[in-house]
């Protein structure tokens, strides 16, 4: 009797268990151990070197490779931000003139013949700052001529509608669009006109237009 027999008989039925684990492992064949072995070493492999280092932004669910997505750098934040947010008074103004103006005076600036004057070419829209930015706070109403063409339309006024800054934006736009060539309004001019005009009650007449200066 040697010593491991001696071991397992002081442990009673322990010699019968022994040997059948020992004759289970053995039916183990040795080429599926290596085989085992090396699958867990590749998955080692993969899991130290492949995964992004547990990096949760390296991991795309919708990757049909168990999301998994090479190597690929965090995505730095865009730098574009700030410019994507639309500060160019031009496109601002389009885009308020688009919402707020073009269905009376149309997109081409040409309004409606006998309904809606025109913007484009109108000594109204080019001439004075503080003429236009008193038709645009508060609406134009009554007899009103332009290229020779009249109006007496009504025209409600925008100074709730429209805050400074984008007052500026639609003057500016309207000034320089359609062939207009004229400096650009500030958001600062308009603030100071709506000091001036904005407490005026009702819509403008060109009689009282007359007498704004520049
Ligand atoms: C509901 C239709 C309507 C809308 C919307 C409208 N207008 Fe007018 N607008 C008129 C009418 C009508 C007149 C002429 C009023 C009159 O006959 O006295 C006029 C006159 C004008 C004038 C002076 C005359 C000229 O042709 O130069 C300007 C400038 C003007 N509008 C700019 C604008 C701007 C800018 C907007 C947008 C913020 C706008 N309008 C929105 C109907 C409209």
New binding site residues.
Partial sequence: MNEREENTQIGGSGKREGGQAKSRQDKIPRWFLLFSFLAFLLSLYILVFETGRWQNNVFDSGNWFWGYVAKEKPKEEPKTTISQVKTDPMEIGRE??QA??????QQNGM?MPG?????AN????VGSKAR?GA??LN??????N?NGSS??????G?KT??NDAK?AA??TY?RNSWGNHADKVEEMEVKQLREKYGKKEG?W??EELSQIGN
């Fill in positions: 308020q003139y707020m103006c073009s269905a009376c005076h309004g309904q809606y004057p025109p913007l109108s000594e109204y829209v236009l038709i645009l609406g134009l109403s009554g007899q009103l332009i109006y007496n339309g009504v025209m409600p925008w509608a429209l007052l639609v003057m309207i819509s007449t060109v």
